[in-house]
Structures are given as C-alpha cells and as structure tokens.
C-alpha cells in the first residue's frame, strides 16, 4: 500500500472512531472503587488515547514532555500525562478539572496537589488531591506574581510545606491539614536552612532534611533532621537514600513524582567516621565504615550495600521490579547465583549482569553483551538476546512478550510472540509493539487499531488510530 493511500485512509478512519465493546471478560474485573484507566503509548508527536476500563473513549491527551499536565481528574486527581509508555491509572471517576485563567492565575501542578496565585492580589491557594482547599493566604510576596513560579511541597502526616520561589527570592508557607490555618515561616535561624542554596530539602517521617548535594563545593558541610519548628533534632547528615526510580518503561504508579523528589526514606549520619543508616522513623539499620554515595540506592525497606537475614545475611546489591506486585525488591549474590527476594522466599538465578524485571514465572538479567531471560522455578535459560532488554520483551504478571529477531536496526518492527506462564505461546504478532498491562491484557497496535489484547491476541478494547493527529 502506498504512503498517500495510507494516508487518506488514515484521514478517513479518523473521522468514524470506532468502539469495540468488552464482552463480560474476566481479565478486565476490578473492584468499582479501583477502576483503571489506559493511557495508550500515542504517536510520533506525543498524542495517548485514554479509556476506561469498560472501553469508553476519554480522548486523546497531548503530552510535550515533563510538567505537562493534562486537564483531567481522575478520583479527583490531578495527573500529569508525562512521555512513559503505558500508565495505569486508578480512578472511580473521571471529571474536567477547574480551569484557572491564565492572565489571572499562576497555577504550579505539584504531584496530587496544585497551588494558585492570584495575580491581582497576590492570594496563594493550595488545594488538595480532592480539588478541596487546603488553605488560603494573601502574604507580602517577595516576588511579582506576574513572574514565572516555581516550588516544592513537602508532605507529612499532618502538615504540608510549601516553597515558591521566583529562583531569587523565597516565600515558605506551612498549611495544617486539619485546621486549614496557615502560616508563613520568618524564623531566621530556620530560614537559614530552608534557603541554603547547598542544602537539598526533603520530608521524612514527621520531620524535615536539611542536606547537603552531592555537588556542593563545601567539604565540610553537613545537614540536620529537624521539627517543623525548626528544632534540629540530628546533625550531621550527609547523604538521603530515596526510592530508587522504577524506570520509564514501567507502569507508574507514582504520578505524584514532585513528592516522590522531596521525601526521603532514609539519611546517612556521620558519627565521628562511622556512617549510621536511619529509616523514616529515625531508627538506625545499619552502619558503613566508609561513606556512602550520595542518594544511593533504597527499596522496599531495604539499603544497597547492607546485609539482612532475609538475604541470608548478604550484603542487599540492588533492586529488581516485581511486575506483580509494582515495587522493588533486594537481590543479594551468594557465589556464582542472585537471590533475589520475591513473596517472602529466595528465588535463584544465574549471577550474570544485572537483575531487572521479575515475575512469578520469569526473571530477566541484562548483561553488558545482551539479555538473559529465565524461568523462576527452575532458574533455566528461557530466551537470550543480543540487545538490551528493553528493545527486547515486555514482561507482565500472566506472561512475557519476545521480540523475534532483534538482529537488525529495524528490530522495534520485527515479529514477536506471547508466552504465557508456562512458557507456551498464545499470541503471535507482526511486530512488537506489544506492552504487558494488566491481568493478562496487553497495549497493542495493529493496522490502523490501537487498544488492549488479550493473550491469545483478541481485542478487549480497541479504537482507529490516526497517524496524521
């Protein structure tokens, strides 16, 4: 078919959407107060297709990169539809959020919150994932309202801390979430924290952490844990442990990145040259002898570089994703196998690169030559690649997509088959656009469709894609 046929076939079928309803399929069952929405992988130009789990078409959200919001409330919150492959997103219902007019408002998105500035008067709103008013403020702004804003929001368990800055000047409001009062901070020996240009700030628990980035040219520097009244309670601190990122690839859950960025799950303490490893309720879990990298990695509970009896007393090297459960996992090495920790037990598999992605039936290992992929029970080479992993398989909770043939440089259009659990396969596709969603459903484009599939191929939900929009 030639490109100008594709392409008025592609400007027909965009003006006849077509809905192929779900039959009573078990694969799309969730409990009403979990509903899902899909937002399909769009096009070139960065377009997805949304649905509900009952296959209603939502529209097509545009996305242009990081910070791109789009104008929708699911479960009356705020998302950002940001360029990451599929994204789950969970919701009981879906509604047009307030618009706030430009030349009026200042409006700065920040993770399930978000926060207005009336130009006119200066009046700052922070509204909460509900789209309800935490609290109202009309301080004496030290910067114009007409300028661009930027800020930071720290969330602890009854109380939110809000930074807008205009990059020169700094205004701090604390809001108590249970008496909407709000209040601005002018403690100067509190301010001298929260303005120190070479201190990063983060939430931990019920406290606050001043400490150092690992860029800072002052060696001798060192950050705290205080109150939010700015009593410093620990000193000391020079390294904060955060979630490692799942990876672009994933579904993300964490469409509230901004208070993933500012919430620490762990700070490093320098105790005369021994470094003391504290969690978010400030218990120490550890200790290294030398100091460990700045933000190193942290998950599910666990330390990279720390040894724990689940590891059979193993030093934790790194995390794996569990697609069934969405969170990260430890791994240890124990000779020439990783033990990765998976449902509470020690599944094996062969201690060669790295371990990426696991699931009940498969685990895949990328190596600097390629991907091995194996399977859980038994720790047998499945499948092995000459790629990186991504370029070669998705893996979801009920089966595993592989790629073909990955030989050449247009692999991403090369055939690709479905294997279930078992290793047998039930779907075999044209090429491998083919991404694991959930309960054995997977995002697919073929022809001139987009949607989900089943594992045998058939359509559960599906609508025209259009090339030209």
């Known amino acids: 078919?030639?490109?100008?046929?594709?392409?008025?076939?592609?400007?027909?079928?965009?003006?006849?959407?077509?809905?192929?309803?779900?039959?009573?399929?078990?694969?799309?069952?969730?409990?009403?107060?979990?509903?899902?929405?899909?937002?399909?992988?769009?096009?070139?130009?960065?377009?997805?297709?949304?649905?509900?789990?009952?296959g209603n078409n939502l529209g097509r959200l545009p996305v242009t990169g990081w910070g791109d919001y789009a104008k929708l409330v699911s479960k009356n919150r705020l998302f950002p539809a940001e360029a990451r492959g599929t994204s789950l997103i969970r919701a009981s219902d879906l509604q047009v959020a307030v618009e706030y007019p430009e030349e009026e408002y200042t409006l700065l998105c920040m993770g399930?919150?978000?926060?207005?500035v009336e130009k006119a008067t200066g009046t700052v709103t922070l509204y909460n994932e509900s789209t309800e008013a935490v609290g109202t403020i009309t301080p004496e702004l030290p910067f114009s309202p007409d300028k661009d804003l930027y800020g930071d929001l720290f969330v602890f368990p009854d109380t939110l801390l809000l930074n807008l800055n205009d990059y020169h000047n700094n205004l701090w409001l604390r809001f108590d979430t249970g008496s909407s009062a709000v209040q601005e901070i002018k403690d100067p020996l509190m301010l001298q924290y929260l303005n120190h240009e070479e201190l990063g700030l983060y939430s931990i628990g019920s406290f606050l952490v001043a400490c150092p980035y690992k860029y800072s040219d002052d060696e001798n520097l060192q950050g705290v844990v205080m109150t939010l009244d700015g009593l410093v309670i620990m000193d000391g601190i020079e390294v904060?442990?955060?979630?490692?990122?799942?990876?672009?690839?994933?579904?993300?859950?964490?469409?509230?990145?901004?208070?993933?960025?500012?919430?620490?799950?762990?700070?490093?303490?320098?105790n005369g040259?021994?470094?003391?490893?504290y969690d978010a309720s400030l218990e120490k879990i550890g200790s290294f002898s030398e100091k460990p990298d700045s933000y190193m990695?942290?998950?599910?509970?666990?330390?990279?570089?720390?040894?724990?009896?689940?590891?059979?007393?193993?030093?934790c090297e790194g995390f794996v994703f569990d697609v069934d459960t969405q969170s990260l996992v430890p791994y240890a090495r124990n000779q020439q196998v990783?033990?990765?920790?998976?449902?509470?037990?020690?599944?094996?598999?062969?201690?060669?690169?790295?371990?990426?992605?696991?699931?009940?039936?498969?685990?895949?290992?990328?190596?600097?030559?390629?991907?091995?992929?194996?399977r859980t029970k038994d720790a047998s080479l499945f499948a092995s690649f000459d790629r990186f992993w991504q370029a070669c398989l998705s893996l979801g909770s009920e089966g595993i997509r592989l790629t073909d043939d990955v030989?050449?440089?247009?692999?991403?259009d090369s055939p690709a088959t479905i294997y279930d659990n078992e290793g047998n396969p039930t779907y075999h596709s044209q090429n491998n656009r083919l991404y694991a969603f959930i309960n054995g459903t997977w995002t697919c484009q073929r022809g001139v469709y987009r949607g989900l599939i089943d594992m045998e191929g058939n359509w559960v939900l599906r609508d025209i894609f259009n090339w030209q929009m």
């Open 1 to 54: 078919m030639s490109k100008l046929i594709k392409k008025a076939l592609a400007l027909f079928m965009a003006s006849c959407l077509v809905y192929v309803p779900a039959a009573a399929d078990p694969a799309l069952s969730v409990p009403e107060d979990q509903q899902l929405l899909l937002a399909v992988p769009g096009s070139e130009i960065m377009l997805y297709y949304a649905f509900d789990d009952q």
């Open 112 to 116: 399930s919150y978000y926060v207005t």
């Open 240 to 270: 904060v442990m955060q979630e490692e990122f799942l990876g672009d690839d994933t579904i993300d859950l964490h469409f509230g990145y901004l208070d993933v960025r500012t919430k620490a799950d762990a700070v490093v303490r320098n």
């Open 273 to 277: 040259g021994t470094y003391d490893v």
């Open 297 to 315: 990695a942290y998950g599910g509970g666990y330390v990279k570089g720390l040894p724990y009896p689940e590891l059979n007393g193993n030093p």
């Open 338 to 374: 990783y033990q990765i920790l998976k449902d509470g037990r020690l599944t094996e598999v062969p201690a060669e690169g790295k371990p990426e992605r696991i699931s009940s039936a498969y685990c895949v290992v990328s190596k600097d030559e390629g991907t091995n992929v194996y």
């Open 407 to 412: 030989s050449g440089d247009d692999w991403w």
